[in-house]
């Protein structure tokens, strides 16, 4: 797949100079911060094992493995980003990501990093919340559906399916996945 350069353009909110937290990091931690949402995948992901950052913000330069390690639990304290680990790999999630990268629908591409385990566990169980499921996830979540079943699950006439443990509503204009949070007796199977 050929990715369109204009893609993988990001922004620099001015209003990063003036932010607290920000400002409170080491100058090298804010280097890798602004290195991670650079870098970032069209969703705000990215690998996080302390390898993986060094070689693709530092390159060349000789960085030690504890600075490196420092650095990080630096952004991490800063709240605008989760590390988290699924399959014994290390990843980032950039919490804001939707917030500051302003992209254009027809050009993202879909993460192939799995979801952020983090934000997930915090999702508002109260009401439906805007969690995104990629195309690849939804590829996933069809392998692992039960074929056998033929019955589908609704909700307020749209879909429910269940992928990552949950349930999830499936808008009728293929939007962004739903996370279900009403009572399950509402829940119709047909």
């Known amino acids: 797949m050929v990715r369109n350069a204009m893609t993988r353009k990001r922004m620099i909110d001015p209003k990063i100079w003036e932010d607290p937290g920000f400002n409170r990091l080491s100058i090298q931690a804010r280097l890798l911060f602004i290195g991670m949402f650079s870098n970032a995948d069209d969703d705000g992901y990215l690998r996080g094992d302390e390898g993986s950052l060094k070689r693709l913000i530092f390159g060349f330069d000789e960085v030690k493995k504890e600075d490196m390690g420092t650095w990080i639990i630096e952004v991490e304290a800063m709240g605008s980003v989760h590390f988290f680990e699924e399959n014994n790999e290390k990843y980032v999630h950039l919490i804001n990501w939707e917030k500051y990268q302003k992209q254009q629908k027809d050009r993202r591409i879909p993460s192939t990093y799995p979801l952020c385990s983090k934000c997930l566990a915090l999702a508002d169980a109260s009401k439906l919340s805007k969690v ?18 033929s019955k589908k699950m609704y909700y307020d006439g749209l879909e429910v399916r269940k992928a990552q443990n949950k ?14 949070a009403g009572n399950e007796k509402d829940i119709r199977i047909e």
Not at 133 to 149: A, F, G, M, Q, T
Not at 167 to 180: C, H, Q, R, S
């Open 132 to 149: 995104k499921l990629s195309k690849v996830k939804l590829r996933e979540d069809k392998k692992r559906r039960d074929v056998s079943s």
């Open 167 to 180: 349930l999830w509503v499936i808008p009728k204009d293929g939007g962004k996945w739903l996370e279900f």
